[in-house]
T-cell receptor, first 112, second 114 residues
Framework: NAGVTQTPKFRVLKTGQSMTLLCAQD?????MYWYRQDPGMGLRLIHY???????AKGEVPDGYNVSRLKKQNFLLGLESAAPSQTSVYFC???????????FGPGTRLTVL | ELKVEQNPLFLSMQEGKNYTIYCNYS?????LYWYRQDPGKSLESLFV???NGAVKQEGRLMASLDTKARLSTLHITAAVHDLSATYFC????WGKGGSEKLVFGKGTKLTVNP
């Protein structure tokens, strides 16, 4: 079991560029989440999904889109990156049977 | 709106000493989580507290929950250098489809000095 994996680990973008972050889990979890972590802040929820084909907004959804076409994958897209989106992005997954979310290793994104 | 406040945000302590980190949350929450994060790493789950009066212990760390006061504490006993890390608490909200959304505190950066 690889658990929760994230691709890429690091990325540098220029303002206005687009990119997609991939989160994959091999635990057959229903629920998946995207968080961002900024210095001096805890994690903040961007979007989440309760199953294949369904997504919902979290606390800070503006500037991001998500898709969950397959149960094991949850994609986070930035259509036009801004410096304010410089952050570390964490993906997590779980299902109703667990009392915890399982976090991926993170993606460090810098927007210049 | 659920808000979570941790204090202190920075804690420098000597090895062998005891200390407590406090986590207050603003509205009713069913669960309270504690996580540890080492620099450049992901989050490691420490405890989940499910009911009023819940107490869990693992090694030198003990977490408790008072839902009436909306307060959780993480107590460190006889600190050692290996406990140096950032500790986050998170309270939960129910989201769509039975899912659980977490609202995190800003974290407490703990440094244990020899």
């Amino acid at each position: 079991n690889a658990g929760v994996t994230q691709t890429p680990k690091f990325r540098v973008l220029k303002t206005g560029q687009s990119m997609t972050l991939l989160c994959a889990q091999d635990m057959n979890h229903e629920y998946m989440y995207w968080y961002r972590q900024d210095p001096g802040m805890g994690l903040r929820l961007i979007h989440y999904s309760v199953g294949e084909g369904t997504t919902a907004k979290g606390e800070v959804p503006d500037g991001y889109n998500v898709s969950r076409l397959k149960k094991q994958n949850f994609l986070l897209g930035l259509e036009s990156a801004a410096p304010s989106q410089t952050s570390v992005y964490f993906c997590a997954s779980t299902n109703w049977a667990y009392n915890e979310q399982f976090f991926g290793p993170g993606t460090r994104l810098t927007v210049l | 709106e659920l808000k979570v406040e941790q204090n202190p945000l920075f804690l420098s302590m000597q090895e062998g000493k005891n200390y407590t980190i406090y986590c207050n949350y603003s509205t009713t929450s069913d669960r309270l989580y504690w996580y540890r994060q080492d620099p450049g790493k992901s989050l490691e789950s420490l405890f989940v507290l499910l009911s009023n009066g819940a107490v869990k212990q693992e090694g030198r760390l003990m977490a408790s929950l008072d839902t009436k006061a909306r307060l959780s504490t993480l107590h460190i006993t006889a600190a050692v250098h290996d406990l140096s890390a950032t500790y986050f608490c998170a309270a939960s909200l129910w989201g769509k489809g039975g899912s659980e959304k977490l609202v995190f505190g800003k974290g407490t950066k703990l440094t244990v000095n020899p």
